[in-house]
């Protein structure tokens, strides 16, 4: 859904929640439902592990056996060449699957946060894991933002947004805005709050439309997971283009 398109009573009809929350029975079968507000840790791989992956490729291979060709007929310079390419490709190509584990890894755990919510009318804090969609979040100055939300009210609300823009000033957000446009940037949703941003001015309440790997932040996550399980090796790559 695009619930920067909608209305705030046309997102609580449709989220089936309300002013006053949800119900612990309702969150508790939301949060069977959806899965926990966290996103999957993917299994570590050793560095022996990635760097034997990097010869794993047919390209690989017959450079291999060139570089073995041209030492059996004595062309030194040339297999020496061969296999020097190769020891780059291979630094390159584990150095970009580990960064990207690692960014994966980072992204994970500035999820990992506690939150105020309201259910049942009343206040509590809670560990943003247990967050589900539905869930009224409170926010306010130098909150994390715990998961992806369509801001119900808002007051001076600023959030620094730059992890998932790029843009290095922060955001003004006004619950009463809508737009039109469903296919509107990330950025231009100022009806919107993300994970992973934070709110650097301002007070607001908002109801929880996505989390986990629904968020936008997990969707970094999973690009970042699944980079890290593409080829990776630069000359590889360049071999699968032919």
């Known amino acids: 859904m695009f619930y920067h ?3 705030v009573l046309s997102v609580f009809e449709q989220l089936d929640t ?9 969150a508790a079968e939301r949060l069977q439902r959806y899965g926990p507000n966290t996103l999957p840790e993917a299994q570590r791989r050793s560095l022996v592990s990635i760097i034997i992956d990097q010869f794993k490729s047919p390209i690989i291979y017959v450079l291999l056996i060139a570089a073995l060709v041209s030492f059996i007929i004595k062309e030194f310079s040339d297999a020496y060449f061969i296999l020097g390419v190769l020891l780059i490709n291979t630094f390159i190509g584990a150095y970009q699957e ?7 890894s980072s992204l ?5 946060t506690y939150t105020n919510v309201i ?7 809670i560990a943003s894991d247990g967050l589900s969609i539905g869930d009224l979040v409170m926010l ?7 998961a992806d939300i369509r801001l119900v009210e808002s007051n001076q609300l600023f959030v620094d947004e730059s992890m998932l823009t790029g843009e290095s000033v922060d955001v003004h957000k006004d619950a009463l805005f809508i ?4 296919n509107l940037p990330v950025a231009d949703r100022i009806d919107m709050v993300y994970a992973g941003s934070y709110v650097s001015k301002g007070r607001a309440q908002g109801v929880v439309t996505a989390v986990a790997l629904e968020t ?16 990776t090796s630069e000359l590889q790559s360049r071999f699968d283009l032919v």
């Open 179 to 182: 737009s039109d446009e469903e």
């Open 108 to 112: 994970r755990q500035i999820v990992k």
């Open 5 to 7: 398109t909608h209305s």
């Open 140 to 146: 306010e100055s130098g909150s994390q933002v715990p």
């Open 119 to 125: 259910r049942e009318g009343r206040t509590k804090t």
């Open 18 to 26: 309300s002013q006053t929350g949800l119900t612990e029975k309702n």
């Open 98 to 104: 580990n960064n990207a584990a690692q960014q994966a």
């Open 216 to 231: 936008e932040i997990g969707k970094i996550a999973e690009l970042l997971a699944g980079r890290s399980e593409e080829h």
